[in-house]
Every structure is written in C-alpha cells, then in structure tokens.
C-alpha cells in the first residue's frame, strides 16, 4: 500500500517564475494535505538545450534521485500535475489490483482525461479524445492492461499531459535503462519515449483519471 511513509513525490520547479510559482504552491498544497514528502528538483532554463533534452533530463534525474533514496514508491510528475480528491484512496484501489512484478502505472495521461477539452466538471472521468474500443483494461474498469507501446504509438496515445506516474522500487532500474536507451535512439519528447518503452509490466489509469493538467496560465518553456 502506497502511504505518507513509503512515498516520496518528485518534480521540477524553476525559480524566479510565477507559473513555475504558481504550480509549485498547487503542489504543496495538494500533497501537504495527504502529509506526503516532495521533492523539488531543480528545473533546466536554457534556450540553447532543445526542449526534449531538458525533458529527458528531468525524468533521468528524477529516476536516479529516487535510486539513492530507501522510499519504496515514487510518484514522478510534471510541475503542473493537480491530483484529483481522495487521491490516495483511488490510487491504492488500483494498486492493490496490479499483479505482484508491476513496473509503473501513469495516473492520467491528457488523452484520456480529456486535456484538449479543459471540461473540469469531469476530472477524474474517463474522457477521451481518441476512440478507445479494442484496447484492453482491467475487468474492474480501473487500469489500461497489455499496453502495446507499438500500438500506443501509432494512435498517439502520449504519456503526457502531464507526466505523472507511480513506480516501485522493485523495477527503477529497468525503467530508467529503457529510458534512457530510447531516448538515445530516438530524441523525442519525454511523453513520447514513456509510451515507447511501455511493457507488459506498465499499466495507464482508466477510470478514475487520478488527476489532471494546470498549467497555470502557460508554459515554462
């Protein structure tokens, strides 16, 4: 069971920013309530690094911070991912569904919560912008199963919007090698390589979405 004490959150935040300000507030605010620890990185601000390397970076650096600590989950996330209410409760009703060896599970990719529409009084509802017939889920509705990253690819089907993913401490390594092993082949953008490396041990929230994307009035880009 993922709790205050076995949990450590990880982020970006750049200083000197107001949406960065903003996000980091929402942030602190959402998960002092639950009394889970955050962890803010330091953010990359540099016009000269193409965008995807500083999204590579992020994740890598993400990954490997959580590598040198003893928490057994970590949740990953953009700097504007907002969880839903009773995040935690949901959150462990999936958990306790996912087969023993799971790898990471993301909670609410923009594709599915309905990101292009903005439509907030369904946050936390399955609403999304691509036809999702024929693509296989849990028989209790709560997660995506059998992710096909060739298939998930093809209907662009992006880990993003925002980035935000649970991942135990069991399989950091394997997530981290095929990360950065698809980023060298490849160069996209963060959400594009997660769903790249996508494997019989991912799975992706369906219903609930466990949070969603506030961008706070733009990008740090």
Same mark, same amino acid.
């Given at each position: 069971?993922?709790?205050?004490?076995?949990?450590? !959150?990880?982020?970006?935040?750049?200083?000197?920013?107001?949406?960065?300000?903003?996000?980091?507030?929402?942030?602190?605010?959402?998960?002092?309530?639950?009394?889970?620890?955050?962890?803010?990185?330091?953010?990359?601000?540099?016009?000269?690094?193409?965008?995807?390397?500083?999204?590579?970076?992020?994740?890598?650096?993400?990954?490997? !911070? *959580?590598?040198?600590?003893?928490?057994? *989950?970590?949740?990953?996330?953009?700097?504007?991912?907002?969880?839903?209410?009773?995040?935690?409760?949901?959150?462990?009703?999936?958990?306790?569904?996912?087969?023993?060896?799971?790898?990471?599970?993301?909670?609410?990719?923009?594709?599915?919560?309905?990101? %292009?529409?903005?439509?907030?009084?369904?946050?936390?509802?399955?609403?999304?912008?691509?036809?999702?017939?024929? &693509?296989?889920?849990?028989?209790?509705?709560?997660? +995506?199963?059998?992710?096909?990253? %060739?298939? +998930?690819?093809?209907?662009?089907?992006?880990?993003?919007?925002? @980035?935000?993913?649970? &991942?135990?401490?069991?399989?950091?390594?394997?997530?981290?090698?095929?990360? @950065?092993?698809?980023?060298?082949? *490849?160069?996209?953008?963060?959400?594009? @390589?997660?769903?790249?490396?996508?494997?019989?041990?991912?799975?992706?929230?369906?219903?609930?979405?466990?949070?969603?994307?506030?961008?706070?009035?733009?990008?740090?880009?």
């Amino acid at each position: 069971m993922l709790k205050n004490t076995n949990t450590l !959150i990880i982020t970006t935040t750049l200083p000197n920013n107001t949406i960065s300000e903003k996000r980091r507030n929402n942030l602190v605010n959402n998960f002092s309530k639950m009394n889970i620890p955050l962890l803010l990185n330091n953010g990359i601000n540099d016009k000269n690094i193409p965008n995807h390397n500083i999204m590579f970076t992020i994740i890598k650096n993400a990954l490997e !911070i *959580y590598k040198n600590t003893s928490f057994e *989950y970590a949740i990953i996330c953009d700097d504007d991912f907002s969880p839903i209410d009773n995040f935690l409760e949901e959150l462990n009703k999936t958990l306790a569904l996912l087969p023993n060896d799971w790898r990471c599970i993301h909670l609410c990719p923009g594709y599915l919560w309905g990101r %292009k529409y903005r439509d907030h009084t369904k946050i936390g509802l399955l609403n999304p912008e691509h036809d999702m017939n024929n &693509i296989p889920f849990h028989e209790s509705g709560r997660f +995506y199963l059998n992710c096909d990253n %060739k298939t +998930y690819v093809r209907k662009s089907f992006w880990l993003g919007g925002p @980035i935000a993913f649970v &991942i135990n401490r069991n399989n950091v390594d394997s997530l981290l090698n095929d990360f @950065i092993n698809k980023y060298n082949m *490849y160069k996209e953008n963060n959400d594009v @390589i997660l769903t790249a490396i996508l494997n019989q041990n991912d799975f992706v929230c369906r219903h609930p979405l466990l949070g969603f994307e506030n961008e706070e009035g733009g990008t740090t880009f």
